[in-house]
């Protein structure tokens, strides 16, 4: 039996790592991470730790306001599901989904196509169509929207059998996924761009929506007195192989809230001219005016194509 003799002599207490005061917490929860092998994750949880604990001693929330900034966290993971990514969402409205891309796909000097944010709402295994074709599967309301462009390089090269992802909000301002009203990945579609890099197809034009506001982040956006509403947009991700994969949004030139989106992600160079025709007949099929037009070009620069993880099933 372990006798008091024969128990190591302890430390004296003023030789070991321990809490003292506020700004010694800091300290010894650094010292604890330091062991991280990978030294990304070293970086990252080395700064996050530090900004957060600075974060927590400018604005001294009360124990009570600790608890709800918790609860908020948790409720965001609560609201997650198979149809709503609530964190994403989330990201999106703090500006932080914006500022990642914008950092990540600076067009400085290089003429690539700014990138936009991926939204809570883009689904894999979008329907494969035909340059022409029209990706509107049901009868919804509104006036035709023929959209075109080429894709290039940042050379000028035309790029011939890039892919070409959509997907919108219906005139209602609803996705397939949040619409029981709409066939399964209506208003997307996956195309091909032809031997001269082009890109063409018909849809109807989609309105601005509000962001899903029936979870802790509607109840945020409340408590500061923000609208909910994104302009009116189409989603892109253009990809080719050895280019960088682009996603992005392009917006309606004749929004009244490119200003104030709710998720920050109106870039000015992402702004389309959305051109009403009141006469004549459409660029392709057969369709009588009154109808939209957008043409919109995309410029990718030499990378690694990637393709994004969808936030939905």
Do not use: K
Request: glycine share 8%; net charge negative; with cysteine.
């Amino acid at each position: 039996m372990e006798t008091m003799q024969s128990r190591s002599t302890p430390q004296s207490i003023e030789d070991l790592a321990l809490i003292d005061d506020e700004w010694s917490v800091t300290d010894v929860v650094r010292r604890a991470m330091e062991g991280t092998e990978n030294p990304r994750l070293r970086t990252v949880m080395a700064a996050l730790v530090r900004h957060l604990h600075e974060f927590l001693r400018e604005v001294r929330p009360t124990d009570e306001e600790f608890e709800l900034g918790l609860e908020f966290i948790a409720a965001l993971g609560h609201a997650t599901h198979a149809t709503n990514n609530e964190v994403v969402l989330a990201a999106d409205v703090l500006g932080l989904s914006t500022l990642v891309t914008t950092m990540n796909n600076s067009t400085a000097g290089g003429g690539r196509t700014p990138g936009a944010l991926l939204g809570p709402f883009y689904r894999a295994n979008a329907p494969r169509y035909q340059c022409g074709d029209c990706v509107v599967q049901d009868d919804a309301p509104g006036l035709p929207l023929f959209v075109s462009g080429t894709v290039r390089a940042t050379d000028g090269t035309p790029l011939r059998g890039a892919t070409v992802e959509v997907w919108q909000a219906s005139p209602v301002g609803l996705y397939d996924n949040q619409d029981p009203n709409q066939p399964d990945r209506n208003l997307r579609g996956l195309f091909q761009t032809d031997a001269e890099g082009g890109y063409h197809f018909r849809t109807v034009r989609p309105a601005g929506y509000p962001v899903p506001t029936n979870g802790p982040v509607g109840e945020l956006l409340a408590a500061q007195f923000r609208h909910p509403y994104r302009p009116a947009h189409i989603h892109f991700i253009v990809a080719a192989p050895g280019y960088r994969t682009l996603v992005t949004q392009v917006f309606a030139d004749d929004s009244d809230i490119l200003e104030t989106d709710v998720t920050f992600g109106v870039h000015r160079q992402l702004v389309g001219r959305f051109q009403q025709v009141e006469a004549g007949r459409s660029p392709w099929g057969d369709i009588p005016a009154p109808f939209y037009t957008l043409a919109f070009d995309f410029t990718l620069e030499p990378g690694v194509q990637t393709f994004p993880r969808p936030p939905i099933d």
